[in-house]
């Protein structure tokens, strides 16, 4: 049987913005969010990753209906990018975001 390393979890903004401060080479923290999520490795038994997700930076998109990642740093971890990639969009669809 194959056990997920990998795990999907909330993060508050505040946790979010320490992982970007401390794993992000230029952007700095973010003001304003509509979710953020984590990744937790379970071997390690750590955060490895964290994803703010909000408003879309486009003036023209309908700011209500449209999200976009705003950050997302991981620790290096393999495949934690595409983990929060798809579990950000997998959230937006079922919170009723296009």
Same mark, same amino acid.
């Given at each position: ?23 992000? =080479? ?7 969010? =509509? ?35 705003? =950050? ?17 969009? =997998? ?8």
């Amino acid at each position: 049987m194959l056990i997920m390393a990998l795990k999907i979890i909330h993060l508050e903004l505040k946790d979010a913005n320490e992982l970007i401060s401390k794993w992000h =080479r230029h952007h700095k923290p973010v003001i304003g969010h =509509r979710f953020s999520i984590g990744v937790y490795d379970n071997k390690i038994g750590k955060i490895v990753g964290a994803a703010t997700i909000g408003r879309s930076v486009a003036r023209m998109t309908d700011q209500i209906n449209t999200v976009e990642v705003t =950050r997302l740093v991981t620790d290096g971890t393999k495949n934690a990018c595409s983990f929060l990639y798809a579990a950000a969009a =997998r959230a937006s669809r079922e919170l009723g975001y296009l």
